[in-house]
């Protein structure tokens, strides 16, 4: 085991003996290095002003993302490559043109924010050539201004590639030599800290992961912290140890398989809505809205079913499709393996089938037959970076004379885990695909659920929302011409 943390903070190597496992980046740049750029305003990955961005190697590539570092761990950077705000000016003191360009547009007025929206539209311009307007605002959704309005920001953000071309960006002329240095840093040794925390591990490779759950059954395994920071900023948790399983490039594996895809436990959500959006245009917009760019791109697929979450987007989504889940643990052998089908996973609110010492390794999901139709819909509060109230994904397969032969109608928010509807389904057997057959399933919704009232909708309301999405969706695969979407992707196809 290797029990010093490594990683760069811009071209600088540093190098940390002792860390708690679960110190945030934020703290440690604002407390331990006095960089204050970044900025606190929520702790738990929604407003955006912390934003930082993180390089890492992806498959031999750099690759740069922009995260919230109010939840990061710093112990997560390791190998990673750290830019905040203070990196962007010159030598010289001369602005980036990011920074530039939100001078001249006017972008900023009290400031708070501004640091974050600089750094998510840096992360922009690294990665993508000449966004578009629609881009932009995509990117920005994971950060809130309360004084401006976001028009000159936006305006920034079409005007930074103008100040100076994104080919002459020194940061994109370093980017083979900051490569380089990362893969001298990555290793295939676990990494092993102490602080007065907690102990902190992230192995290389899973069978390094299996050895340590067995010998640990009682850690947290922690992926991208999306939801495990708000553990410790809002529920002052102490987590210890904890195992994170960022450093195993296996597991970020996504694969076709010919009648499925294959996604390791640590494909992170971008990737993934690239992936499945193969599948269905529904899927992609299903994940657009996934949190702010922030939050995708820390976030997995493997922590978003492991975490249990009644209110998760994905698993809705994925049970309709009939996908499966591989688990894993040490045997006697080596890496033992059993296979059970996703839905069968969630037993009750916050419990799992996840025996003792074992991980989500992988996440099989079929591909959609030319027989089958299939539809998912999210309702929130608002559009971007929200929970749901309600989440629904349908799939149905039909006999050649159009009668339905197997319906599967999954929700999320309507119980303690996502779940499928069983009443419903069957009052879908056999019928015609029409609105009689929608009409009795949806008569059946309430012996299928009892949801809950809360701050997000009330009982009623969501019984009303569950009913509605299947209306949605006989109408988008029989009137294609009726708009039934007021934003978003599918609205922007349907208008286009």
Known sequence: MRERLRFLLGDELVEIDRCDPTLTVLDWLRLEKRMTGSKEGCAEGDCGACTVVVGRLDRGRLRYEAVNACIRFLPTLDGCQLLTVEHLKDADGSLHPVQQAMVECHGSQCGFCTPGFVMSLFALRLNEAEPDVARIEDALAGNLCRCTGYEPIIAAGRRMDEIAPRETDRFLREREAIAARLAALNDATTLALEGEGGRFYAP????????????????????????????????????????????????????????????????????????????????????????????????????NIANGSPIGDLPPALIALDSTLVLAQRGRAGVERRTIPLESFFLDYRKQ????????????????????????????????????????????????????????????????????????????????????????????????????????????????????????????????????????????????
């Not at 659920?449 to 695969?477: Q, V």
């Open 204 to 303: 290389a490779t899973v069978e390094a992961l299996a050895e340590l759950v067995a010998a640990h059954p009682q850690a947290t395994l922690v992926a991208g912290a999306t939801d495990v920071g708000l553990w410790v900023t809002k529920a002052m948790k102490r987590l210890d140890p904890v195992i994170y399983l960022g450093r195993i490039e296996a597991l970020r594996a996504i694969t076709d398989e010919g009648d499925h895809l294959r996604f390791g436990a640590m494909a992170g959500h971008i990737d993934v809505r690239t992936a499945l959006a193969t599948l269905s245009p529904q899927l992609d917009e299903l994940m657009r809205r996934f949190g702010g760019e922030q939050v995708r791109n820390a976030g997995t697929i493997g922590g």
């Open 353 to 496: 089938d996840r025996r003792p010492a074992e991980f989500v390794e992988a996440v099989l999901v079929p591909k959609l037959a030319p027989d089958m139709l299939f539809h998912a819909s999210k309702v929130s509060k608002r559009f971007d970076e929200d929970i749901s109230a309600v989440c629904g994904a349908f799939r149905l397969t039909r006999h050649a004379d159009g009668r339905i032969s197997e319906a599967r109608l999954a929700y999320g928010g309507m119980a303690g885990i996502p779940k499928r509807a069983a009443a419903a389904e069957a009052a879908l057997i056999g019928r015609p695909w029409d609105e009689d057959a929608v009409e009795a399933a949806i008569a059946a919704l309430p012996r299928d659920f009892t949801p809950l009232s809360d701050m997000r909708a009330s009982a009623d309301y969501r019984l009303k929302i569950a009913g509605n999405l299947l209306r949605r969706f006989l109408i988008e695969t029989t009137q294609p011409q009726t708009e039934t979407r007021v934003a978003g992707l599918l609205a922007e196809a349907a208008h286009g």
